[in-house]
């Protein structure tokens, strides 16, 4: 199955689309990347959901990513003895670790490594920002604020410091179990919460050692001061737009997915946009024509991906959302304008040999009708490097890695292949990708074909040929 488009769809598993038939569905309609969401469900009940892929996989002969996202630290109040308060702007209100339920004038908040990072003005946002506390006065233990915006405080609502790098791990031992347990089934991406610097990919790396790639979602200010360190530690980046919404100005928003989207398109990087992008289609079969028009501009910026969340797993139509999404991206791509946008954005090769060859592939794409690239990879890199490109035609990645096709479900324009049948020659090697073209419809007989590996065959990153054949 070609899609014949180069966004693609990431569709989050939940309740409403758990059994095989509806995740067959899913992908029917377009979604690429499955999303297992470990914020919610059992270890069992995402098992079962991962089958279900893996067996849509096996039905269609399409490689398909499954992503596994992190719940990540929740910063939350503790309880309150008689349930919620009210809280009015300008009145005195202390937080601190004394577990003691709550009241009126004071709640618990479990976290010493928040009050660690507090200084005097911090502001600190209750239960996505409709209340905001200021600081007064803090110490390790406690935090004397003043009512900003008030309203009612009910336990266990979550908070957060936006203003502050906190001195806490990205990873709960929650996540360590999560993660674990999601290796054990073979999850192809891992996208990890409460990104606030370069080192806290590098300890999920270090757990993962490779059998899975990280992507970063970036929902904290403090990613967004270091995000060019996170864009190159990271495998792929996410415009996580709820929790920046919450942390930033939403005006602040749409400035800052473009530059996520400009900075993961620069360094190569596949980037997601997610939340909330086709919300009303919880419970309506059709969405607003803002939400049309905002997945449009994520596909306009070039993102490799949109995202629907509750849309697809706990909405009440799930293959409609889908379905929507992917003739958005399809109206988008036939756009005449949509082709200067993404020529006017892009960014220049790194001085690499990959890089001159992927270019060149670019170029000839412009030079002649080429009905499609062909990419030999084992790692993904020279697949990765030609959709930096934003070519015209189509990016054919064959591949003898099952791990890889899948990750490249992910990646812009790529159309994912894993066959692993060893090239002899290179007379081989163009017979068999005009072979192939041809079998995945992204060629006919005699159009344009132009095939980039790397020499000696077999040899990760090490792509440094170019070929113009006939399919």
Request: hydrophobic share 45%; proline share 6%.
């Given at each position: 199955m070609n899609r014949h488009r180069k966004a693609k769809?990431?569709?989050?598993?939940?309740?409403?689309?758990?059994?095989?038939?509806?995740?067959r569905q899913l992908?029917?309609?377009?979604?690429?990347?499955?999303?297992?969401?470990?914020?919610?469900?059992?270890?069992?009940?995402?098992?079962?959901?991962?089958?279900?892929?893996?067996?849509?996989?096996?039905?269609?002969?399409?490689?398909?990513?499954?992503?596994?996202?992190?719940?990540?630290?929740?910063?939350?109040?503790g309880s309150l003895a008689n349930g919620p308060v009210q809280l009015t702007a300008g009145t005195a209100y202390r937080l601190d670790l004394d577990p003691t339920p709550g009241d009126a004038r004071r709640a618990p908040l479990p976290h010493p490594e928040i009050f660690a990072a507090l200084q005097v003005g911090t502001e600190l946002l209750v239960d996505d920002g409709k209340l905001r506390l200021r600081v007064l006065d803090c110490g390790p233990d406690f935090a004397d604020t003043v009512v900003v915006v008030g309203g009612t405080l009910s336990e266990r609502k979550g908070v957060n410091?936006?203003?502050?790098?906190?001195?806490?791990?990205?990873?709960?031992?929650?996540?360590?179990?999560?993660?674990?347990?999601?290796?054990?089934?073979?999850?192809?991406?891992?996208?990890?919460?409460?990104?606030?610097?370069?080192?806290?990919?590098?300890?999920?790396?270090?757990?993962?050692?490779?059998?899975?790639?990280?992507?970063?979602?970036?929902e904290k200010p403090a990613a967004i001061d270091a995000l060019d360190a996170i864009v190159e530690a990271a495998d792929a980046i996410m415009v996580a737009r709820g929790d920046l919404g919450v942390e930033l100005p939403a005006e602040q928003v749409p400035a800052i997915q473009k530059r996520i989207v400009r900075a993961c398109r620069a360094a190569g990087k596949p980037v997601v946009v997610a939340t909330q992008m086709l919300e009303s289609m919880i419970t309506s079969p059709v969405p607003t024509r803002a939400e049309a028009s905002d997945v449009a501009n994520a596909v306009y910026e070039g993102a490799d991906a949109v995202m629907l969340s509750a849309e697809s797993a706990s909405g009440q139509y799930p293959r409609e959302a889908v379905a929507m999404m992917d003739r958005i991206i399809a109206e988008v791509e036939a756009d005449a304008n949509y082709r200067i946008?993404?020529?006017?954005?892009?960014?220049a090769p790194r001085p690499a040999v990959g890089d001159a060859i992927c270019l060149a592939l670019r170029q000839t794409a412009g030079l002649l009708?080429?009905?499609?690239?062909?990419?030999?990879?084992?790692?993904?890199?020279?697949?990765?490097?030609?959709?930096?490109?934003?070519?015209?035609a189509p990016v054919l990645s064959i591949t003898p890695e099952q791990a890889v096709a899948r990750r490249l479900a992910l990646v812009w324009g790529v159309h994912s292949v894993h066959a692993s049948e060893a090239i002899v020659d290179v007379p081989d090697m163009v017979a068999k990708a005009c072979a192939m073209a041809r079998q995945e419809s992204c060629a006919g007989p005699g159009d344009f074909v132009v095939i980039a590996s790397g020499m000696p065959f077999g040899v990760a990153g090490t792509t440094n040929f170019l070929h113009i054949a006939r399919a």
């Open positions: 769809i990431v569709a989050t598993l939940g309740p409403a689309s758990s059994d095989h038939a509806t995740v992908f029917d309609a377009g979604a690429d990347v499955f999303r297992l969401n470990f914020s919610h469900g059992t270890h069992d009940q995402h098992a079962q959901r991962l089958e279900a892929i893996r067996r849509v996989e096996r039905d269609t002969g399409r490689p398909i990513a499954v992503l596994l996202d992190l719940q990540g630290p929740k910063l939350r109040i410091v936006p203003s502050v790098l906190l001195p806490i791990s990205a990873m709960t031992p929650k996540d360590h179990a999560d993660l674990a347990f999601g290796l054990s089934l073979g999850v192809d991406w891992v996208a990890l919460s409460f990104v606030q610097r370069p080192e806290d990919l590098h300890e999920v790396k270090a757990i993962v050692q490779g059998r899975a790639a990280v992507l970063a979602k970036l946008g993404i020529d006017a954005s892009h960014t009708p080429v009905a499609a690239m062909v990419t030999y990879t084992r790692s993904g890199t020279t697949s990765l490097r030609a959709a930096r490109e934003r070519p015209l």
